[in-house]
């Protein structure tokens, strides 16, 4: 009896350990801090700098080697982003107008080609040290590899000097100088940034065109420049009082400094990036929209036109807040400025750099970037839709919203811009699926046009722009719309908070988020992400036979596209009544509740992936029956609708 006892003990012991190893654990985050001081020199358009750094390796893995970000190096004739751009120009479409488009990027085509040594890019590390000893290291274009003398161990702190010197580049994507909206520095990917290291290993990419991965961290950040600019930043500026320029504190009269240039500090916290941006002739304007968050302007504008609409910015961002935080969690950082620079727009932390003033698909959809981009960090290279697709998707709810609800009143906008406004709410409520109906037409056309390529693809490696954007915005924001359809509007809304709760500031990947879906909903969904991420097969859904049998109906549906999916059906009666039908998917092992209680609705038995077909039953007659559609709401992606509905003739 002792024995068993001690055996039982033992085993019991043994159990503990095993799920101790096997649970899963909370992903492990390298962390840095940055203090960084540069001088930039508005004159050659050269910045030197020497950026301190604690890095703490929080992996289980003793690394080696360090690798660092170069982006400006991209920006020279013959760069990998420059080859790439030219060979992708190579394809030509004809699109939907007819017109003849080439594949490259606008914005990149082959300017960098053409750069002169004074316009292009370069960051040099001048050198390096680690824990005070210098260390051999090696360039390849945008990349800087480190070897270490000493390796870092597991769990250890390491601190790392560098002294760059870099050129800013002409404005030609994202960065740089002397934007075509006259904008003197566009400063995102200045410093020499550290890789991210992870689960999967280092991060290192080279900058061909997307460039979004970073370790969280703290940044301390002393930019020196002439006087006469104003620098728009990351962060908060810490030395408001000797800045002037209207930060200063009510009733701080600022000394004039008597050097030529002014030294800006900045802090931020629990962020992966920095952008600034500096200009002589920017007017700011911000509003502290609650104790701990202050939004801030900066733009150009020559006259009362672009006044109205840059404070309009401001005005749709103050409003569009408690929609972001109660559909997508809270904004945690204590400020954010929307600053007009670069090309577009494109998101940093509590920044974003945007070309003009526009609402829709422009500062809203960076704003919400800082959700889907910089809260959440996903690995832009490997899963570009978990950020694009997800923000493309947030940006239409918003602004949806926000039309129907401030922008009539906003008093920012003309008469004409109102009325405008009230045809577009209108012509909405006709556009299946509600809010989503341009990302379902963007991933139909993707579908159709034999250069889809699956979600899984690196960002920088599909074999085409066309296919890289439309499969990351589109397939992405439908990949969400879809998943509403599939668990039902009551679960979705409760998925994306908890994957922010439970992912916020940890770089979660696509499985990460499947499993929140799951946990949230209760519906199995790994083959989701099987057909809809890891392949490119298509939907279609088809009315088929109706019989008459015994004063019921039976209807067939086929399985016409290899991607499975739970069906709806709507019965419409020549009497004016309705009836939802629901098949859920075997592989859901579970199904929705209904989403709206003012329809009949029946749910049948589970349709099994592996039959084409598969019959239901309503107890009306063919008679009574005027029409069936599959999908009435129209948020399954099926690439061919016209076989979805079937109205019978009198
Ligand atoms: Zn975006």
Not at 42 to 50: A, D, E, K, P, T
Not at 363 to 383: C, D, K
Not at 464 to 489: D, H, P
Request: hydrophobic content about 35%; aromatic content about 14%.
């Amino acid at each position: 009896m002792k024995n068993m006892v001690i055996k039982t003990g033992l085993l019991l012991l043994l159990l503990v350990l095993f799920f101790r190893v096997y649970a899963q654990p909370e992903r492990w985050q390298q962390h840095i801090k940055y203090n960084i001081s540069v001088n930039l020199d508005v004159l050659s358009n050269r910045i030197s700098g020497v950026e301190k750094m604690e890095y703490t390796n929080n992996s289980p893995d003793t690394l080696y080697k360090l690798y660092f970000h170069l982006y400006w190096n991209a920006f020279q004739p013959n760069s990998s982003m420059d080859e790439r751009s030219r060979e992708l120009g190579k394809n030509v479409f004809t699109n939907r107008r007819g017109e003849e488009v080439r594949d490259w990027d606008g914005r990149v085509t082959d300017r960098i080609s053409k750069l002169t040594p004074n316009e292009i890019g370069y960051q040099k590390v001048v050198s390096i040290k680690v824990n005070g000893i210098e260390q051999k290291m090696r360039a390849y274009e945008t990349i800087l590899q480190v070897s270490l003398d000493k390796s870092l161990l597991p769990h250890s702190k390491t601190s790392i000097e560098i002294v760059f010197e870099a050129q800013v580049p002409i404005q030609v994507r994202r960065s740089g100088r002397d934007s075509k909206e006259g904008i003197r520095y566009s400063m995102s990917q200045w410093y020499p940034k550290m890789v991210e290291y992870d689960y999967q290993g280092w991060n290192a990419n080279q900058y061909i065109a997307r460039e979004f991965y970073g370790v969280w961290g703290d940044y301390d950040v002393n930019i020196t420049i002439d006087k006469r600019y104003m620098v728009a930043a990351t962060g908060l500026l810490q030395n408001a009082n000797s800045i002037g320029y209207g930060f200063e504190n009510a009733g701080i009269k600022t000394t004039v400094s008597k050097s030529n240039t002014l030294t800006w500090n900045f802090k931020g916290e629990n962020i992966h990036d920095f952008v600034w941006a500096a200009d002589p002739n920017y007017k700011h304007i911000s509003k502290k929209v609650r104790n701990d968050l202050t939004l801030h302007v900066f733009y150009k504008a020559a006259d009362a036109t672009a006044d109205s609409a840059w404070n309009n910015v401001l005005w749709a961002a103050e409003k569009a807040l408690p929609f972001l935080e109660r559909k997508y969690g809270k904004y945690p950082w204590p400020q954010y400025s929307f600053i007009q620079g670069g090309d577009g727009g494109m998101e940093y932390a509590m920044a974003t750099l945007l070309r003009g003033p526009g609402i829709e698909g422009n500062a809203f959809h960076e704003w919400v970037h800082s959700w889907y981009q910089q809260l959440l960090g996903t690995n832009e290279s490997l899963y570009p839709w978990m950020d694009e697709g997800f923000t493309q998707y947030a940006d239409a709810e918003l602004s949806a919203w926000y039309d129907s609800t401030f922008a009539p009143i906003s008093p920012y906008i003309s008469q004409v811009e109102k009325n405008n406004l009230k045809a577009k709410v209108e012509g909405a409520k006709n556009k299946l699926p509600i809010n989503q109906s341009d990302s379902y037409v963007g991933y139909f056309n993707l579908a159709k046009s034999g250069m889809e390529e699956p979600l899984t693809t690196h960002a920088d490696h599909y074999n085409t722009n066309y296919a890289y954007s439309n499969a990351s915005y589109r397939k992405g924001a439908v990949f969400l719309k879809q998943l509403e359809y599939i668990v039902g509007k009551n679960s979705f809304d409760k998925i994306l908070l908890a994957y922010y709760n439970e992912w916020k500031f940890k770089h979660p990947n696509p499985n990460d988020f499947i499993r929140v879906a799951e946990k949230v909903s209760g519906i199995e969904l790994q083959w989701y992400k099987e057909y809809w991420i890891n392949s490119t097969k298509t939907i279609d859904y088809a009315v088929g036979d109706i019989n008459l049998v015994g004063g019921k109906t039976k209807i067939t549906i086929k399985r016409l596209g290899y991607m499975p999916m739970p069906v709806e059906v709507l019965l419409k009666f020549k009497d004016g009544s309705e009836e939802l039908h629901y098949i859920p998917l075997d592989l859901m092992f579970g199904e929705k509740i209904a989403e709206d209680d003012t329809i009949k609705r029946i749910v049948h038995k589970e349709w099994y992936w592996v039959n084409p077909e598969y019959e239901f039953e309503t107890d009306r007659n063919i008679k009574d029956i005027k029409s069936i559609e599959i999908d009435p709401s129209q948020r399954m992606a099926d690439v061919k609708r016209t076989n979805n509905k079937l109205v019978i003739p009198d």
